[in-house]
């Protein structure tokens, strides 16, 4: 049953202390994208990686990092100099990088919510 | 930059009702259209999707959107609305190439 996977699905956290978000896809798909979803506005970008090794910042980078050590984990750190971390965080993949071959959706995992206490 | 917007925040409607969510985005040259849905509870699932051709797409569940590129406009309708539609829909858009642009979002509420 290929797909998505996030954990954890809650996750609660002191303000101060880092937390990582894993994100797994058994699908293939070489490009991988981390959103933060807030109330009334839609999906920001928070980080992108097209490859293996490889990431670029998205809209909304400060506060967050990533690693791509393998095609199909997609880790996300949410640092203490995050300012508003509490959010539903959202982890995407599709085939390639922004339809670059010629269009293609992207395939969304379950979510976290974060609360940071 | 890309934007999309999309016309109600919040749209309630009684079953058998007939629906038309509004999107439009800024971008004059080609793209990529997308209606994803988000039932309460469910990930993000894609509804619909324009790549080229025709105009009018179909989807899952009955949906379908046209594109009117003069409009830069990707409005979804479903002619009649069933007390399981209930749920966040989200147009998206990108240009070749481009980040992915997500609408806000409208919330449909549909009472039995």
């Excluded at chain 2, 849905?37 to 619909?48: A, E």
Aim: hydrophobic share 35%; net charge neutral; aromatic share 14%.
């Amino acid at each position: 049953d290929g797909g998505i996977t996030q954990s954890p699905k809650y996750l609660f956290r002191k303000e101060g202390q880092n937390v990582t978000l894993s994100c797994e896809q058994n699908l293939n798909h070489d490009a991988m994208y981390w959103y933060r979803q807030d109330p009334g506005q839609g999906l920001r970008l928070i980080y992108y990686s097209q490859i293996v090794n490889d990431f670029q910042k998205g809209d909304i980078a400060e506060g967050y990092s990533v690693s791509r050590e393998k095609k199909e984990s997609f880790p996300l750190t949410v640092t203490s100099a995050q300012k508003n971390p509490t959010a539903f965080y959202l982890c995407a993949s599709s085939i390639d990088l922004f339809g670059l071959a010629g269009g293609s959706e992207q395939f969304f995992g379950p979510g976290t919510r974060l609360t940071v206490l | 930059a890309q934007s999309v917007s999309q016309h109600n925040h919040h749209v309630i409607l009684s079953e058998a009702a007939s629906l038309e969510l509004g999107c439009n985005y800024s971008y004059g040259g080609t793209v990529n259209l997308f209606w994803y849905v988000q039932y309460p509870g469910q990930h993000l699932q894609l509804l619909l999707k324009y790549f080229s051709g025709d105009p009018l797409v179909k989807g899952i569940k009955g949906f379908e959107a046209e594109f009117i590129k003069s409009k830069f406009s990707f409005n979804l309708r479903k002619p009649s609305v069933q007390w399981s539609d209930t749920a966040e829909y989200f147009c998206a858009v990108n240009a070749h190439g481009q980040n992915f642009v997500f609408g806000p979002g409208t919330r449909l509420s549909v009472l039995p």
